[in-house]
Each structure stands twice: as C-alpha cells, then as structure tokens.
C-alpha cells in the first residue's frame, strides 16, 4: 500500500471541509436566481455540438472519452457586463491546449466567440462565467485514440460566482502541500490522458505498448499493464509504490509464481537490467500475462516468449478456470 495516506483529498475524521471564516465564493452550481445587477432573470444554459437547451437537457454519452479517459481539454471565460473577458486569450489557450493532446477539431470553424455571445444574450446574464469543454468525443472504450471521431464541444454559461466581500477584505489562508499532480498511479482513476497519449503514439509507431520510465531510468509500468522481468530463473517487479497501479492481476501472478516455484524479487531496476532481462511480461485483467519479446529494436532473450512466461499464463488461466469462486471472496 502507499506510504502515504493522509495526502490531499483525504479529510481526516472530525476536521472541517472549510473554516467557517473562509465562507465559498456564492452562486456556482447554485439554483436558479438573480444576478447582482438584478437586469437579467439567471437562466443556465449549454450549448452542444451546436444546439442550445437548458443546461439540465444536455446530454453527453457515457462512452464520450472525456467521462472514460478525461480525454479533454476545457477553458474558463468571466463575462463581465454582458461581455466576455479577455476572450482572445482564452481561446488562443484553448487552441494550444487542442494541438497539445491532438484533438482533431478546427477551433476556427467552431465560431465560438459568436457562440459565446448568443449564448450570453439568450441565457440573459450579464455576470457569467462561460466553460468551454471539448472532448475526443464517444467511441468504444479503447485506450488508442480512434482517428476521425466527432469531437463533443460543449459550452456552459452560469451565474459567475461572488467572492463575499468580507472574503475580499480579509483575505483568506492556504496551506502547503507536494506536488502530485499526475504522481498517484496506484489510484485507478479515469484521468488516463497522459496514458491514452503515450499508448496512441506506441501504436502509431507500431508497438502494441508503452512502458513508463522515470528521468533516472527507473521501470515503471506500462500504459495499462504491470511488467515484470526474468533473469535466471527469477522474477522482478517494480515496487508497489504510489508511482504504480497495484494490479490485481500482479497480485495473482505472484500467487502463480510461488505455485511454480519461481521466486519473486520485489524492486526497482532500471531500463538496462529490463533490456537484459532473458524474458519480460506484462500482466493485466484483460490481458492476463503477456509476453514482451522486442523493447524498441531490440529482442528480449532470444525473441520469443519465455518458458517462465508461458508457465505463468498457463497457471494463472488454471486458476481463473477453476479457481476459487466469486462468494470465496473476503469481500
Ligand atoms: C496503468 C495500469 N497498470 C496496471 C494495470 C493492471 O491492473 P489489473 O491487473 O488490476 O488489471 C492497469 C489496468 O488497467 C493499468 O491501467
């Protein structure tokens, strides 16, 4: 398990979400109501891929990528006065944020400025914030980005929140904390885009995966699997740290190792001792255990998948077969 369990996003037992002196910007996500100047009656609406409704009728499919993968980008635009605010910038943002995942959408041909300033004159808000989310779009959930998909672009226009002016006036706390955005891999969670990326760029390079190696050389996992390697007769695997999904099927494949007699080491090696390695594997649920025999262009062992590899596959599927059912389980 990780060592650390008490990081962001955990609230400890007993502690307050939000100190009472530190009230909430109002009016995000709150229920219809009116606006500061009191001109305009509040009416949340969205616009998507073209169609304007009520922001509660629009709907988006569950295979959309950006719910499956956060295959996504999104933009934040205040509308002050009726007007939106430093439009330019933020669209310009936006265009980068596209070409930096390639998303196949022409931000141009959008006409989302024009969007923008409909969808501000219909929802009748003058004080707005207007969010722009664009995703890869729906297709079945497969990790390589599929080529010619429909982008979903939606645009939301909402009541702006207001910071309370005693908010303003005293100013408010902060506390300190690491760095770990994109650090937590052992979480299972669906912000897969830098995995989708490096996974898409294996397959157009004719690589059915991709392995993640740290600055210093260190094996991780790959894009969707747990690795091991086999060097005289024994297996080695990453650490089961923070920096990687603890895979279940890792687990089945030590309880596989200790049936076959193999002995497992537990440790971190670098991408030297993987290339050297007599036979290399990957586990996953789907995938169960599959051998690796060429890392870049180069063969693993002789090239072919390793008898210790096949040994294990073979185990593992024994056990799905016949294994232990379903209501064994301890949860
Ligand atoms: C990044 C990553 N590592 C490892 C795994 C293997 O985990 P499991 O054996 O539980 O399927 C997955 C599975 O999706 C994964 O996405």
Redesign the pocket.
Known sequence: MPSERSGPGRIPRGSRRLAPEHPEPEGAGSSPRVSQTRRFPINALAWLNGEFCPIHEAKVSIEDRGFQFGDGIYEVIRVYDGRPFLLERHLERLCRSVAAIGLEVNVEELGLARVIDEGVQRSGMAEAVVYIQITRGAAPRIHDIPRGLPPTVVVTFRPAPVVPAELRERGVSVMTTREIRWAN?YI?AIT?LP?ILVRTEARRRGYYEAVFVTDQGEVR??????IFAVRQGRLRMPPRTQA??H????SLVLDCAARVDVPVEERAFHLDFLRAADEAFI????LEVLGVTRIDDQPVGDGTVGPITRRLHEELVRHARRGPCRSACAV
């Open positions: 891999c299972k897969l995995n996992e790959t894009t969707a699997a747990n990687v999904l895979g279940i099927t890792q586990s996953s649920t789907t």
